[in-house]
């Protein structure tokens, strides 16, 4: 008895471990790392959640009509003349192609919106600087005769004949130079003349637009001022009344 009762009383009062044998140290570690994986599974699915349409084969979201450029008006050309896409996702856009009508401004937006045509831009340019864009940039338009181009590119049409110089207006100029800057500012793409071109620069292509007066010393310069350009003021309430 007394050496029994001395042994015991000689001991160090034992802590209880946890019914498994883990300290509490590990399950406080432990709780601590699945509350880390928590929050992280959290924050990675917010990141899908967002992020979602980046998936191949998922649809970036669209609303019919929406513009990627402010300063033009939507109408629709036929669903004949373009294939649906999902750009930069599918395919890289690298350039910009530089059409002529060969035909009036209601005549470019009519036939584009003819399923027999079989080809369109995204946009049209007219003589007066108005811009319809008819293609979203996230599609192919079939412009260029080549598909490979086709896929990489924002097509522009302008209104007139190759044949007449006098069709390619200031207005016309000045209106298409902000819309291939803002295309340009979109995706990334160089102001140079390896990336903007014209039709008859695709390879395999038997178009010769914009033609010999197409001023691209002109273009170009207009361009990069229009990229380089403070933004325009908003306009107050008070402005606009």
């Avoid at 340009?184 to 178009?207: F, S, Y």
Wanted: proline share 7%; hydrophobic share 35%; glycine share 8%.
């Amino acid at each position: 008895m007394g050496n029994n009762g001395s042994t015991r009383a000689g001991r160090k009062p034992s802590r209880k471990k946890p019914a498994d044998g883990v300290s509490r140290r590990a399950l406080l570690i432990g709780g601590g790392a699945v509350a880390a994986a928590g929050a992280a599974a959290v924050l990675a699915r917010d990141e899908v959640k967002r992020l979602w349409w980046r998936v191949p084969g998922v649809e970036k979201p669209r609303k019919p009509g929406e513009l990627d450029y402010a300063g033009a008006t939507w109408v629709a050309a036929s669903e004949a003349n373009w294939r649906r896409a999902d750009r930069p996702d599918d395919f890289p856009v690298d350039r910009v192609i530089i059409h002529v009508t060969q035909g009036s401004f209601a005549s470019a937006v009519k036939v584009f919106q003819d399923p027999a045509h079989r080809a369109a831009t995204h946009y049209i340019v007219g003589q007066d600087g108005r811009v319809v864009q008819m293609i979203r940039e996230l599609d192919v338009a079939y412009q260029a005769g080549n598909r490979s181009y086709n896929e990489r590119a924002v097509g522009i049409e302008h209104e007139g004949f190759v044949d007449r110089p006098q069709d390619l207006t200031k207005e016309m100029y000045a209106s298409s130079a902000r819309l291939t800057a803002s295309i340009c500012a979109r995706h990334g793409i160089p102001i140079d003349r390896e990336h903007i071109i014209g039709h008859v620069e695709v390879p395999g292509t038997d178009h010769t637009d914009p033609g010999p007066h197409w001023d691209w010393d002109r273009y170009m310069e207009l361009v990069r001022r229009a990229a380089t350009a403070p933004p325009s003021p908003t306009p107050s309430p008070s402005a606009k009344a």
